[in-house]
C-alpha cells in the first residue's frame, strides 16, 4: 500500500469517528479535561482543495492532505516553549516532482520550535525557528526566523490582530535570494448561530495580508511588495467527546485569495484563487 493510500485510508476512519462522536450523547461534551500539567499536545488533520503558502502555488490539484502534531511545554508563567511538526501529503503533480525519492506523495514536512511570552495583559510575543523540509526533494530545504506579536482584545473590538515578521536564513520560497516577509492579520468574530443544531457553532472571518520586505517575492527582473490578500469565513463547533480524551473540534472554511503580480505570474496567470477546507483537530 502506498503510503498516500494509507493517508486516505486514514483519513476516511478519523471521517468515520468524528461522525460518530457528533452524534454522541450531549452528556459526553469534553470539559476542561484531566491535562493539569505543564505539558500539552495537540493534533490536527486539514483536507484541502489547494495549497498556497503565503500565497505562492504549491499545488491545485488532486488530494491534499495536511496532518500536524505538536508539543507544548508551559516552563513558568509567562514563558512556554512548542516543538511541532506540520505536512502535507499530495497525489497531484507534485506528488511526482521527487521522481526517485520515496515517499512520493510526502511533499512536504516543517519542523519548528517556538517560545511564546506575554509582554502584556493583552499582548502575546513569539520568536519561532522553521526548516521547511520536503521529503520527495520536490524543493530545497529552506531555513526561517520569525517573530510574532498578537493583541488579545476579546474585551473591545475582537479584530486579534496579529504581525508576523519572518526572515529567511539559507535558500528561499520564492527566487533565488532569502527574504524578509510580513505579515498583518485579524481575525473577527461573526455572530454565531442563534438556535437550532449549529448554535454551537462559532464563526470568524480571518483576513491576511501578505508582503515581501525585501527581496522575498522576487523574480530576476522584479521584487514585489504585494504577495497575496486572504479573505475567509471558518466555522467550527466541538465534538462531543470524553473529557479524558481531550477537547476536539471540527472545522471549515472557504478562502478566497488575491494574488500580487509575482505570485500571479507562478500560479499560471491566475490572479485569485477559492480554496475550500476541512479539519479535525484535538487538544490534550
Known sequence: MSLFSYMNRCLAISCIF???LVIAPPAALAGDGPNQ??????????VT???FFRGIVQEDQGSII???????????????????IWNSF???????????????????????ISAGTSLSDDLDGSVTLTWYTSPN????????????LSIDDSDGLALSPSLTLAMETSNSAFGAEEGTYLELGIEPSLAPFANGNLQN????MPITLGLGIDDYYETATDDDDFGFLDIGIV?????SVPASYGSWTLSAGVHYLMLGDNTEAANGGDDDEIIATVGISMGY
Open 201 to 204: 457553532v462559532a464563526l470568524s
Open 18 to 20: 468524528a461522525a460518530a
Open 137 to 148: 526533494d520536490a524543493f530545497a530545504t529552506v531555513t526561517e526566523v520569525a517573530i510574532g
Open 90 to 112: 499530495h497525489d497531484g503533480p507534485s506528488g511526482t516532482a521527487g521522481g526517485a525519492t520515496d515517499p512520493e506523495s510526502w511533499y512536504e514536512s516543517d519542523l519548528y
Open 235 to 239: 466555522g467550527s463547533m466541538p465534538l
Open 49 to 51: 482543495t489547494a495549497y
Open 37 to 46: 500539567g505543564s505539558v500539552s499536545l495537540s493534533t490536527s488533520v486539514d
Open 66 to 84: 495536511q496532518p500536524a502534531v505538536e508539543v507544548g511545554f508551559s516552563l513558568s508563567d509567562n514563558l512556554s516553549l512548542s516543538v511541532g
